[in-house]
């Protein structure tokens, strides 16, 4: 089974920065792409940002100019830059990948999430 073992979470002072991790546990024949989304209570998750197999990426509006999504494929690891945090980027964020295994098998694949917490 594979699974996305994220890191880095934690607190930060509004205008700081942290960096999120999401490994995946054991390697695939491919992967179409992953991503970065988050939820607050009582809402819905949101994508965040996402890059695909070709190195394409995509942000929400809101983190535009700020975050920064990268992939190491070597290591199998997603990463989120998150410079200049704002007390709304509070939220739990969850990694996304969308893989395909070694059995020819595709399928979505979801984190455990991590707490990220921005103090004004």
């Known amino acids: 089974q594979v699974q996305l073992v994220e890191s880095g979470g934690g607190y930060v002072q509004a205008g700081g920065s942290l960096r999120l991790s999401c490994t995946l546990s054991?390697?695939?024949?491919?992967?179409?792409?992953m991503a970065w989304y988050r939820q607050t209570p009582g809402k819905q998750r949101e994508l965040v940002a996402s890059?695909?197999?070709?190195?394409?990426?995509n942000y929400t509006d809101s983190v535009k100019g700020r975050f920064t999504v990268s992939r190491d494929g070597a290591k199998n690891t997603l990463y989120l830059q998150m410079n200049s945090a704002k007390p709304e980027d509070t939220a739990v964020y969850y990694c996304?990948?969308?893989?395909?295994?070694?059995?020819?098998?595709?399928?979505?694949?979801w984190g455990q999430g991590t707490q990220v917490v921005v103090s004004s």
């Open positions: 890059i695909t197999s070709d190195g394409r990426t």
């Open positions: 054991r390697s695939v024949s491919s992967i179409n792409r």
């Open positions: 996304f990948a969308d893989l395909v295994r070694y059995s020819g098998l595709r399928r979505d694949y």
